[in-house]
């Protein structure tokens, strides 16, 4: 099992930056791939970055060239540092860890979310 925890969260202005981190503990392997995810009410869950244990990055279309994410490996943590946030970026923000695992195969791991809210 892996448990993920986020933090970060909170109310900021438009224009203003917000640094979530997500904490991963447990039964992590050393090849996985860690996603950031957001919801907003009454949309669909949206990837919006993704990292490997190798340090490749991609991001959704919505948010390149503001977010960026990034890994410390040693420290089983992940940042997705969000900058010249809109409106539009308000949802919940879930960690999620996927990795293939010996016995259960593709296994998908999700933090409880936290909450980013942008005023304008």
């Known amino acids: 099992q892996v448990q993920l925890v986020e933090s970060g969260g909170g109310l900021v202005r438009a224009g203003g930056s917000l640094r979530l981190s997500c904490a991963a503990s447990g039964n992590i392997y050393s090849d996985n791939i860690i996603n950031w995810y957001r919801q907003a009410p009454g949309e669909q869950r949206e990837l919006v970055a993704s990292?490997?244990?190798?340090?490749?990055?991609s991001y959704g279309n919505t948010v390149k060239g503001r977010f960026t994410i990034s890994r410390d490996s040693a420290k089983n943590t992940v940042s997705l540092q969000m900058s010249s946030l809109e409106p539009e970026d308000t949802a919940v923000y879930y960690c999620?860890?996927?990795?293939?695992?010996?016995?259960?195969?593709?296994?998908?791991?999700w933090g409880q979310g936290t909450q980013v809210t942008v005023s304008s």
């Open positions: 990292i490997s244990t190798s340090g490749t990055t």
């Open positions: 999620n860890l996927v990795q293939i695992e010996k016995l259960s195969g593709p296994s998908n791991y």
